[in-house]
């Protein structure tokens, strides 16, 4: 059999959990001998911690794979589950969102008052003609009436489409076009970098190439000027002035509850569709599994944006359903000052910090002294999302922000996936830095060769998912094909091998020697050097592993002797200067600190040294304008990059260096 994806690193630190936390701890080792014994007795289990109007009759139906059905029969409404019954159970003084602007000005909800908002403004969709089943566009900043939009929706049965902020007229209009809204909710502007950033402008522009829409709620958040339809209607004008009596009604467990467009780094974005009984119970049971949270002392705190998954699944819904007091933020991490972070930490008490590895090697290169010079003992759960994370960056996570107290849970999951899918259980697994671990309670994951046969401990492969599992997507909108083709075409029965379906997520990783599971990147990615597989996430990690390089971005580029040869984009830790011969030197050291960790066929043939790396929006590296670069070739498509200024950088870096040996 031939290598499939080569395994080079070898990591020996491991850290066992704190002893009072494991001893406290929410979810304990049995709960992964008591789902493998029966696995939809489990999840079974996991949905009773959520209120129903109508008990299910059965767990799962997959008699039409890979169309999953969960909890069928059953009926349920997400917004009572998420706002009402903490109401109705005494605790609507409780605060759910400690809300802090960018500017500094804070808002601190309750329970009791997010009931309120969210009444009053499933009140107003349904008197502008909204009703079960349609579309609603949300495309606002992060202000506490995203998450209220969002609950409105679900609570009259609406199925919202988030759209990130940032994204453009074009991008904003497709995903309208694509779900047929009949209705946006945004906002006059947000602030970002200390200045007001106009939002209605591209919803205009939008809106005029959109024949569903019928009507545009705008919430007041700048003052900014802005122009006027007659589809427009403030928010302040009709949500806050209306009835703050609503009923909810139950929804069928499988009636849509979101659709969100995903499209990785590459492609046609995807719309892909998740519904409401089984998306429930899985984030609501691995928010509280994962994060360890105890509601009526922890302060949690994810700092994605509400327009990604994280944000529905881990500032939204999990939370919420869970009673959580959490910290909202709406600006950047460096506004007014790189201390933003440490600074709010501090301020709320925070207890549990889930956020990206992108911001945790930015943190990193900014310097150690800033988190230094404050307070974090507060801190006591650290999580990470979207990305490897490079052991040394999990080290540097460890140490500077958890003060070598706080377990860190890596948490690897998907848009597709719906909620956490494998991951440490903080008060149970030895976590080791770099890896997520094992799959949760629950979960199959597996990693397999070409042939869909599981490799050995020790092994790289294939990502998939053997089992359907509750927070599944259901399809891609208005495309089952795609659906088909994208995730399940590949292995298993829908590639025609035998009777089983299996779900390729599209990463490669591998098990190392106890079969704790390494992600190592999207397939995609994969270098072909002189007949070996590498992963980019390896040699990554390796060079970050140096003490002067906080981030690494490495392609393969076409090389007339190795097929592939690894070109890698490196931007040096705070502290160091790139500047001529010191640049230099560093290139060669670098060079060789990877030959010496992963061995010499991971040699790069080349380094760069760069002050910026090309990143989505959501923070993910692009390495497909990196792979054109490397190959001195024009870029391709720049429309999801998040500042299209570090291209021109890089490339014009790229033209001037020489290539060595
Ligand atoms: C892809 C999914 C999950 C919410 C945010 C991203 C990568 C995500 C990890 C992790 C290694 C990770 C994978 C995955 N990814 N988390 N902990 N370790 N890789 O959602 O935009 O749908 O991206 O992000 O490549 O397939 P998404």
């Not at 029969?73 to 159970?89: M, Q, S, T, W």
């Not at 042939?451 to 998939?464: E, I, R």
Request: proline share 6%; aromatic share 8%.
């Amino acid at each position: 059999m031939s290598e499939t994806l080569a395994n080079l690193s070898s990591e020996s630190r491991q850290f066992p959990p704190p002893e009072a936390l494991a001893a406290a701890a929410n979810v304990k080792a049995e709960a992964y001998e008591e789902a493998a014994g029966d696995r939809l007795a489990f999840w079974a289990k996991q949905a009773d911690r959520l209120t129903w109007a109508k008990k299910w009759d059965q767990v799962l139906d997959w008699s039409n794979p890979p169309f999953a059905k969960w909890f069928v029969g059953g009926e349920l409404n997400i917004a009572y589950n998420c706002v009402d019954r903490h109401v109705e159970a005494g605790r609507g003084d409780k605060v759910a969102i400690h809300w802090e602007g960018e500017p500094g000005d804070t808002r601190t909800i309750t329970y009791a008052e997010l009931l309120k908002l969210v009444s009053q403004a499933a009140n107003t969709l349904t008197d502008l003609g909204v009703g079960a089943g349609d579309r609603v566009a949300i495309y606002l900043p992060m202000i506490p009436e995203a998450a209220v939009a969002m609950l409105a929706c679900a609570r009259i049965g609406a199925t919202h489409s988030v759209v990130f902020g940032g994204f453009s007229v074009e991008a904003l209009a497709t995903r309208i076009a694509d779900a047929d809204a009949k209705l946006v909710i945004t906002a006059d502007g947000g602030y970002r970098r200390g200045k007001p950033s106009a939002l209605k402008p591209t919803v205009d522009e939008a809106v005029a190439k959109s024949p569903s829409i019928e009507n545009v709620l705008v919430v007041r958040r700048t003052g900014q000027e802005v122009a006027w339809t007659d589809k427009d209607k403030w928010w302040h004008e009709t949500v806050e002035q209306a009835s703050p009596e609503h009923k909810a009604q139950p929804f069928d467990a499988e009636h849509p509850l979101f659709i969100l467009y995903t499209s990785g780094t590459t492609g046609k974005p995807k719309g892909i569709l998740h519904t409401t009984g089984g998306y429930l119970t899985q984030v609501s049971y691995t928010h509280d599994a994962v994060f360890d949270l105890k509601a009526d002392t922890d302060v949690y705190w994810c700092t994605a944006d509400i327009g990604w998954v994280t944000g529905h699944s881990y500032i939204v819904y999990g939370p919420l359903s869970n009673g959580a007091t959490q910290v909202m933020y709406e600006g950047t991490p460096d506004t007014p000052g790189r201390d933003r972070f440490w600074q709010l930490v501090d301020k709320y008490k925070v207890s549990i910090l889930y956020t990206a590895p992108t911001l945790i090697r930015t943190m990193m290169k900014w310097g150690d002294d800033i988190p230094a010079g404050y307070d974090l003992s507060s801190l006591r759960i650290l999580g990470s999302v979207g990305e490897p994370i490079n052991p040394e960056a999990w080290m540097w996570y460890r140490k500077n922000i958890g003060r070598d107290r706080c377990p860190i849970v890596d948490t690897w999951w998907q848009t597709e996936t719906g909620g956490v899918m494998i991951s440490p259980l903080p008060g149970v697994t030895a976590t080791k830095p770099g890896s997520a671990m094992t799959p949760l309670p629950g979960i199959t994951a597996d990693v397999v060769d070409d042939q869909a046969q599981s490799v050995p401990n020790g092994g790289g492969g294939f990502l998939v998912l053997r089992d359907p599992w509750p927070s599944m997507l259901r399809t891609i909108w208005g495309d089952d094909k795609r659906f088909l083709d994208t995730y399940w075409s590949r292995f298993g029965a829908g590639a025609g091998q035998g009777d089983e379906w299996i779900y390729f997520a599209g990463d490669g990783a591998k098990k190392d020697e106890d079969g704790a599971l390494w992600l190592l990147g999207r397939v995609d990615d994969v270098m072909l050097v002189s007949g070996h597989n590498i992963s980019t996430t390896e040699v990554e990690s390796a060079l970050v592993s140096h003490p002067s390089v906080a981030e690494a971005a490495v392609v393969g580029a076409t090389d007339p002797t190795t097929g592939q040869a690894i070109v890698a984009f490196v931007i040096p830790r705070g502290n160091v200067d790139i500047e001529g011969d010191v640049g230099d030197q560093l290139n060669a050291e670098l060079r060789n600190h990877v030959s010496k960790t992963l061995g010499p066929i991971a040699k790069p043939r080349q380094i760069m040294l760069v002050a910026e790396l090309p990143k989505t929006r959501s923070g993910k590296i692009m390495r497909r304008l990196l792979k054109d670069v490397a190959e001195r070739r024009s870029l391709g498509d720049v429309t999801t990059l998040q500042d299209s200024a570090v291209m021109d950088l890089i490339s014009a870096g790229m033209k001037t260096s020489k290539s060595e040996d």
